[in-house]
């Protein structure tokens, strides 16, 4: 005997047991429609993206237009993850409405399944999107961000990293009258302002070997490299020892920092290693901490999202108001949007834990659509 179904189109349930086929039917067609809503807001994303990279590419040598398209193509990935929880906001919004208009809702109720066990489904697949965004789209895009960056350096005015840390210690790289200077120091003290075991391998122009100097230590000062006990060694000569030796530079312990890599070339999986190697060198790591917490937050604020959308388009298009609702739903989205990156600047530049300041947003949005569905349910 086949099972028989509403006339809204939803399977008829059995009263007492939990809604399997119900929970089911909602997030196919949730996963469906956030599906859609991603793609186009990744259209409109690319189109702005490919008109941008073609502007900062044009009448440079050797840059042509698939350069440009390349380089938006590259940069889509690193877009997507900061459109996701617009994307969820809208998609469970399209859900929950398109359910309200067809009376599924209101079936569904009758059957005695509540609203709880409606929003369910929505947010585990929240849920797994996050999760999935964190681990699996973070490390993609960090990779093509990575190469994006390369293009850009190549192509464009914009500076690569001249700097990287490891657990092999630092490299740093400057250019000093067009002069290459390549320094390895294995060990980093005062945020790199001093340098222990230090190699530096200098070029005349940038590619033509000059000179090998090892130091025990090197002091940066008023422009300059202090290199104490410095052994050097040149092409076509004999190495000799200097107890003291200096080379003109216009890094400072600041523009090192700043030179390395942004946190969102770093994979999600390689942060954690990063920020240790990064703090053992003397180095802060507030900026890589707030985007490995951000990451980590993910799943928690695209699952608020969803609750925070059934609380604006849950209403009955029948009482009156809910397309005032959905805009005031989708304009609440982006209000919260601005406060996060408030948020988030706060934890970087003030005593605050980044920590916190992560996890903020994500918090407060959860609360306020919690609240929102409490009210709306039983208030």
Same mark, same amino acid.
């Given at each position: 005997?086949?099972?028989?179904?509403?006339?809204?189109?939803?399977?008829?349930?059995?009263?007492?047991?939990?809604?399997?086929?119900?929970?089911?039917?909602?997030?196919?067609?949730?996963? %469906?429609?956030?599906?859609?809503?991603?793609?186009?807001?990744? #259209?409109?994303?690319?189109?702005?993206?490919?008109?941008?990279?073609?502007?900062?590419?044009?009448?440079?040598?050797?840059?042509?237009?698939?350069?440009?398209?390349?380089?938006?193509?590259?940069?889509?990935?690193?877009? %997507?993850?900061?459109?996701?929880?617009?994307?969820?906001?809208?998609?469970?919004?399209?859900?929950?409405?398109?359910?309200?208009?067809?009376?599924?809702?209101?079936?569904?109720?009758?059957?005695?399944?509540?609203?709880?066990?409606?929003?369910?489904?929505?947010?585990?697949?929240?849920?797994?999107?996050?999760?999935?965004?964190?681990?699996?789209?973070?490390?993609?895009?960090?990779?093509?961000?990575?190469?994006?960056?390369?293009? #850009?350096?190549?192509?464009?005015?914009?500076?690569?990293?001249?700097?990287?840390?490891?657990?092999?210690?630092?490299?740093?790289?400057?250019?000093?009258?067009?002069?290459?200077?390549?320094?390895?120091?294995?060990?980093?003290?005062?945020?790199?302002?001093?340098?222990?075991?230090?190699?530096?391998?200098?070029?005349?122009?940038?590619?033509?070997?000059?000179?090998?100097?090892?130091?025990?230590? #090197?002091?940066?000062?008023?422009?300059?490299?202090?290199?104490?006990? #410095?052994?050097?060694?040149?092409?076509?000569?004999?190495?000799?020892?200097?107890?003291?030796?200096?080379?003109?530079?216009?890094?400072?312990?600041?523009?090192?920092?700043?030179?390395?890599?942004?946190?969102?070339?770093?994979?999600?999986?390689?942060?954690?290693?990063?920020?240790?190697?990064?703090?053992?060198?003397?180095?802060?790591?507030?900026?890589?901490?707030?985007?490995?917490?951000?990451?980590?937050?993910?799943?928690?604020?695209?699952?608020?999202?969803?609750?925070?959308?059934?609380?604006?388009?849950?209403?009955?298009?029948?009482?009156?108001?809910?397309?005032?609702?959905?805009?005031?739903?989708?304009?609440?989205?982006?209000?919260?949007?601005?406060?996060?990156?408030?948020?988030?600047?706060?934890?970087?530049?003030?005593?605050?834990?980044?920590?916190?300041? %992560?996890?903020?947003?994500?918090?407060?949005?959860?609360?306020?659509?919690?609240?929102?569905?409490?009210?709306?349910?039983?208030?």
């Amino acid at each position: 005997m086949s099972r028989r179904a509403d006339p809204a189109g939803l399977p008829a349930m059995q009263p007492g047991r939990f809604p399997v086929t119900l929970t089911g039917y909602i997030a196919r067609r949730f996963a %469906a429609r956030f599906a859609v809503v991603t793609a186009g807001l990744l #259209a409109v994303i690319a189109l702005v993206t490919a008109v941008e990279m073609l502007d900062q590419v044009a009448g440079k040598k050797h840059a042509s237009v698939l350069v440009g398209l390349e380089m938006a193509l590259l940069k889509l990935p690193e877009l %997507a993850q900061e459109i996701m929880p617009f994307a969820v906001l809208f998609a469970a919004m399209a859900l929950f409405w398109r359910m309200t208009r067809a009376s599924e809702l209101v079936v569904a109720r009758a059957a005695g399944v509540s609203m709880w066990q409606i929003q369910l489904p929505v947010v585990l697949v929240a849920l797994g999107i996050g999760a999935l965004t964190a681990t699996a789209l973070n490390p993609l895009s960090a990779v093509l961000l990575e190469r994006h960056e390369r293009l #850009a350096a190549r192509y464009t005015t914009h500076q690569p990293a001249a700097s990287a840390i490891d657990a092999q210690g630092l490299w740093l790289r400057q250019v000093t009258d067009g002069n290459v200077a390549v320094i390895h120091a294995r060990d980093v003290r005062d945020r790199g302002a001093v340098l222990r075991d230090v190699t530096i391998y200098r070029y005349s122009g940038r590619t033509t070997f000059a000179a090998r100097i090892d130091a025990e230590r #090197a002091e940066l000062a008023g422009g300059r490299w202090v290199l104490h006990d #410095a052994q050097v060694a040149r092409p076509g000569e004999r190495t000799h020892r200097v107890a003291r030796r200096e080379i003109t530079t216009s890094l400072t312990p600041r523009e090192i920092y700043n030179s390395f890599a942004p946190p969102e070339t770093v994979s999600f999986w390689a942060l954690p290693e990063f920020i240790r190697t990064l703090e053992n060198a003397g180095f802060t790591a507030e900026p890589q901490k707030l985007h490995y917490h951000r990451l980590l937050s993910m799943p928690v604020l695209l699952a608020a999202m969803t609750l925070l959308a059934a609380a604006f388009s849950l209403r009955s298009h029948r009482h009156g108001g809910a397309p005032v609702l959905i805009v005031a739903g989708v304009l609440t989205g982006f209000a919260l949007h601005v406060l996060s990156n408030l948020v988030f600047a706060i934890g970087l530049s003030s005593p605050l834990p980044v920590a916190l300041a %992560a996890w903020a947003p994500a918090a407060m949005t959860l609360l306020l659509g919690v609240a929102a569905l409490l009210h709306q349910e039983d208030g």
